[in-house]
């Protein structure tokens, strides 16, 4: 068990090392540097100023050395600029070159600073994190328990009427992404355009959510998420649950005169949501997608309006540490979703 | 001119009738999904006569009168979309004139109905996709959306207005608005009426349907291609070459979509040439698969094979290099003769396959490690076959249940990718009438305006259930052989 998880944390590493490396590689491509010194100098910059801008500022060393420095394995760099300015990495503004650090980089917890707010990117993630931290918490607490209770309901009894209504249930929020499912909600549940309310239920909007959420702003944005993984989660656990139906224990069981209802509660449900509990956790990436689709609509801005805003706006240090926040969590729920399946599946663990 | 009311004169009297029916079916539906869940299910009893009967009570009897209610629901339906046939324009409303337009993808579907029912038993696996109530329904839905892309596309049929021209005074008027005197359109009226920039969202939304019925579709065999021309050898042989391309395939998965497209899909991306030398590494995938397919084939026969292998190859790799070529990036050295066509938006295609190419790949390779332990596997070896006949003409065959299913609910998948790169507005000219690009248009005055947003929301949503329920029924079928 220890050497499979030291295994997978290896691998994750390397995943994550590549990873980086190609977002650091892609936010650093020649166009996006030069449109970066023309927004942060001078827009009518000329090419040979654009060139001695990015030279002085050290964007123009080899791309390892660059992604090594970013990293914090490599010290930064300290050029003396063709205009007789010398600029360290390192060196926060007003600070004398001599004073800092040599290393400064990822490792050292030193993201960079963010061109758009104005603001340290570490900063602005982990409030933008909180921020989405409650909508996904949110969105689990919705998601999950119903997932699981369709799924459990659809496949205790096999091609029943129930199963046939709750699988076509979970086969069109399956087929309704967030995008599209959002802005029905909202014609739906925050206009006057389909049912006349007195006062209209729900806001179409999610800003107020931000410091004071409640039924009335939450509610939309998290079911618009929810919905989209609900479907996916509950055909898991349907055909988890049918299987473990047709298992010979559960036949031993109905033989033995034990009701239907203690059956589905006391034997079968623990070993159908093994498989579903994997499934929960590698939806993470997927939630991902949602956020930023949903915060986006609903103009809730957390960690996935931040990314939409970082690359719109060519932000590179923001982007690469949402890059990095976003790669991580995929990567962790993927280590726990396998350490997990290992850990809670009986026939897997003793061999 | 009048402004159009949904179901006009004729929906005066229809529509009540219309709500009743509906509205008694859904309570039908609802008392049998909560008897469903307590009252045993139907059974059948055998009489001493020998003569079965179904035991239903209360559920059975539901279940009954839901079908008749149904049945009357789609009666009514009928009728709204075939009386505005007979009557004069205008008499059955918005929905009459919509059906009305829609008059070919109506003998279309009648037509590919009839055919494919009657000789169903001769057309294998798509015939018996005739045998489910929910694989029709999704087929249905499908061809719906592949007719209309294929009439608007082809000869501008269904289209009423031309879908950039901009109509002044018709700036987000709702549906039904009539259009000006001497509007240059098929009807003096906007059906769904006008977003905006006062433009039709009737004949946007089914412009908008040939984007996606063009691209989705072949954006999803081309991330096949490359799934199975790398997925086989992964999964049959194994080892070192398994271990590398499964950490290249995780390491594209573990991106979140949405962050790889903002990457992927921006001028300055483009500007640097990296998703035309995508396409040339990810198009040349096809290629590869046609010719290692007939060359294991007809590996014996050389002649034959020389003979097949060529005129492919060569059609193939001018397609090949057309797609590939193009004006104004790094690729381009044909001469302009030789380039059949131009696909401005390259790079979201490319993207779009790169994005699904490795989930194809782990299906294909799990499948083959599946498969590669079967008996006629080990016949093949045996026989001294070569290992990519073994593996494209023993095993990929066998593994084709599964992928067509997900090949279904693949390009589901790629029309909602490409919603969501149309939501953000990557890619995409912002007057494109796809169905992604519309839905951010609407989206921003949605709590104002409803209607310009609703449309493309609707078709996305029935075209990729559509696939799905397809997806389910070919699935439902194809494990009972």
Request: proline share 5%; net charge neutral; glycine share 10%.
């Amino acid at each position: 068990m220890g050497l499979f998880i030291l295994r997978r944390l290896g691998v994750m590493i390397l995943t994550a090392l590549c990873l980086t490396f190609i977002v650091f590689w892609l936010t650093n491509l020649g166009p996006n540097l030069e449109k970066l010194a023309k927004t942060q100098g001078n827009a009518r910059m000329s090419d040979e100023a654009v060139v001695s801008w990015l030279e002085n500022r050290g964007y123009s060393q080899p791309l390892p050395v660059k992604y090594g420095q970013w990293l914090g394995v490599l010290p930064g760099y300290v050029i003396e600029g063709t205009d007789r300015e010398t600029r360290a990495r390192c060196a926060t503004p007003g600070q004398p070159i001599e004073e800092a650090s040599s290393f400064c980089g990822i490792l050292q917890g030193d993201w960079g600073f963010s061109t758009v707010f104005k603001d340290e990117v570490s900063s602005i993630v982990a409030t933008r994190l909180g921020l989405t931290g409650k909508l996904m918490l949110a969105v689990m607490l919705v998601m999950v328990p119903g997932a699981l209770i369709i799924g459990v309901l659809a496949g205790m009894r096999e091609g029943s009427r129930t199963d046939r209504s709750l699988s076509t249930v979970s086969i069109i929020t399956t087929a309704t992404p967030e995008y599209v499912s959002g802005v029905i909600l909202i014609a739906a549940l925050a206009t006057k355009a389909f049912i006349e309310w007195d006062t209209i239920p729900f806001k179409g909007t999610a800003t107020a959510a931000m410091d004071d959420a409640n039924f009335e702003n939450f509610f939309l944005p998290v079911i618009t998420i929810a919905l989209y993984g609900m479907g996916y989660i509950a055909r898991m656990t349907r055909a988890s649950m049918t299987e473990v139906m047709t298992a010979q224990y559960i036949r031993t069981a109905r033989l033995k005169g034990v009701s239907f209802p203690k059956i589905v509660l006391k034997h079968a449900l623990r070993n159908a949501l093994i498989a579903p509990f994997t499934v929960i956790m590698l939806q993470f990436p997927w939630l991902l997608n949602g956020v930023v689709i949903v915060e986006t609509l609903f103009n809730y801005k957390g960690f996935g309006w931040v990314l939409v805003q970082a690359a719109g706006n060519n932000d590179i240090e923001l982007l690469l540490g949402v890059s990095i926040v976003s790669v991580f969590v995929v990567l962790i729920t993927q280590l726990i979703s396998d350490i997990g399946y290992v850990f809670l599946n009986p026939r897997i663990r003793i061999s | 001119m009048e402004p159009l009311t949904w179901t006009g004169a004729v929906g005066a009297f229809l529509n009540p009738i219309f709500a009743i029916i509906v509205g008694l079916f859904v309570i039908a539906l609802i008392v049998q999904l909560v008897l469903g869940l307590f009252a045993p299910a139907m059974t059948l009893q055998a009489n001493p006569d020998g003569t079965l009967a179904g035991r239903g009570g209360a559920l059975g009897a539901t279940e009954t009168a839901g079908k008749y209610l149904f049945l009357a629901v789609i009666a009514l339906i009928l009728v709204y979309v075939i009386a505005p046939l007979i009557l004069p324009y205008g008499m059955v409303g918005i929905i009459g004139e919509m059906s009305q337009r829609f008059l070919p993808v109506w003998i279309a579907l009648i037509v590919t109905f009839t055919l494919s029912i009657i000789y169903r038993r001769k057309l294998g696996l798509y015939g018996k996709l005739f045998d489910s109530t929910v694989g029709m329904i999704g087929f249905g839905i499908v061809m719906f959306w592949v007719f209309t892309a294929v009439f608007v596309g082809l000869f501008d049929w269904i289209a009423t207005h031309d879908y950039l021209t901009q109509v002044s005074g018709l700036k987000n008027k709702t549906p039904g608005v009539p259009v000006p005197e001497g509007t240059v359109g098929d009807i003096p009226h906007y059906l769904l009426g006008g977003d905006n920039l006062a433009r039709d969202i009737f004949s946007r939304v089914v412009s908008g349907s040939t984007f996606v019925i063009a691209i989705a579709p072949l954006a999803t065999i081309f991330a096949f291609m490359v799934g199975i021309t790398l997925g086989l050898p992964a999964g049959y042989y194994g080892g070192l070459l398994d271990t590398v391309l499964s950490f290249l395939a995780n390491l594209i998965l573990a991106f979140p979509v949405i962050l790889l497209f903002y990457l992927l899909v921006t001028p300055e991306i483009v500007q640097t040439g990296i998703p035309s030398y995508m396409a040339a590494f990810l198009f040349v995938f096809p290629l590869v698969f046609f010719g290692v397919l007939l060359n294991s084939r007809y590996y014996t026969q050389p002649a034959k094979r020389t003979a097949i292998l060529v005129p492919v190859l060569g059609i193939l790799g001018w397609l090949y290099l057309s797609i590939i070529n193009q004006k104004g990036t790094v690729i381009d050295f044909l001469p302009a003769w030789m380039d059949l066509f131009d696909i401005t938006i390259l790079v979201v295609f490319v993207s779009v396959v790169f994005v699904n190419a490795p989930t194809v790949f782990r299906i294909v390779r799990g499948l083959t490690l599946d498969l590669r332990t079967r008996d006629y596997v080990a016949a093949a070896q045996t026989r001294g076959e070569g290992a990519w006949y073994i593996m494209l003409w023993e095993i990929l065959p066998n593994a084709r249940g599964p992928l067509i299913v997900d090949f279904c609910l693949r390009i589901g998948y790629t029309t909602i990718l490409l919603g969501t790169l149309g939501f953000f507005g990557l890619g995409l000219s912002s007057e494109s009438p796809d169905w992604g690009s519309t839905i951010n248009e609407g989206r921003k005055l949605l709590l104002i305006f409803v209607h310009p947003a609703l449309p493309p929301a609707v078709a996305l949503l029935s075209l990729v259930l559509g696939l799905n329920l397809l997806a389910d029924g070919l699935r439902e079928e194809s494990l009972k052989d």
